[in-house]
């Protein structure tokens, strides 16, 4: 089983630059999430969707922007990479809304901005 | 707003040992689900344990239970007989009853050597 794959596992953008992170999961599941992780800190959530066609916005949402086209995938995109995006990337995804619900993760994407 | 605080950054077991990883909370809630995340070097974020607030009995999973103080606020993970795979961060994340899934305040993290 997959689970939640994310698309690339590492990449290096010079400021300003832009790019686009996938997220696809193969659970049906109707809750997808973005997540960054700064070194010796937890996730801090960016966006999040609670269904294909929706988007909202997290904790962190300044300079991403999200789309979910698709049910099992999620779209993240810098418009104009800096050097404080650096981070590790996570995906996630859920069943439903319910606290008690697992979210499953993708393996991160490692970005670089320099 | 809720905070999750790990005060240890880094801990090391002897493998075979018994080791205990602090977590504390703060929150105004009354219904809620506490978390216990394993981070390998992989970086695959791994659930571990989960225990719901309204529970008075400790939730156990194999080698890991946790210690569970509501109202102290403190949820505590013990691994029993580390083994050397028991390496990796391990990080404490919080939500309330009625919060989407993926909207979990997570610590700062806890870094975990096991030696051979």
């Known amino acids: 089983n997959a689970g939640v794959t994310q698309t690339p596992k590492f990449r290096v953008l010079k400021t300003g630059q832009s790019m686009t992170l996938l997220c696809a999961q193969d659970?049906?599941?109707?809750?997808m999430y973005w997540y960054r992780q700064d070194p010796g800190m937890g996730l801090r959530l960016i966006h999040y969707?609670?269904?294909?066609?929706?988007?909202a916005k997290g904790e962190v949402p300044d300079g991403y922007n999200v789309s979910r086209l698709k049910k099992q995938n999620f779209l993240l995109g810098l418009e104009s990479a800096a050097p404080s995006q650096t981070s590790v990337y996570f995906c996630a995804s859920s069943r439903g809304f319910r606290g008690d619900t697992e979210a499953f993760f993708g393996q991160g994407t490692r970005l670089t901005v320099v | 707003a809720q905070t999750v605080t790990q005060s240890q950054p880094e801990m090391s077991v002897q493998e075979a040992e018994t080791v205990t990883l602090s977590c504390t909370y703060d929150t105004s809630e009354s219904d809620y689900y506490l978390f216990w995340y394993k981070q390998p070097p992989s970086r695959q974020m791994i659930l571990v344990i989960r225990q719901e607030a309204y529970k008075q009995q400790n939730a156990t999973e194999n080698r890991f239970s946790v210690n569970f103080q509501k109202a102290a606020k403190s949820f505590s993970l013990k691994i029993s007989d580390s083994q050397l795979g028991d390496a990796a961060m391990y990080f404490c994340a919080y939500r309330p009853y009625n919060t989407n899934a993926g909207k979990s305040t997570f610590g700062d993290g806890t870094t975990l050597t096991v030696k051979p």
């Open positions: 969707s609670v269904g294909e066609g929706t988007t």
């Open positions: 659970m049906n599941h109707e809750y």
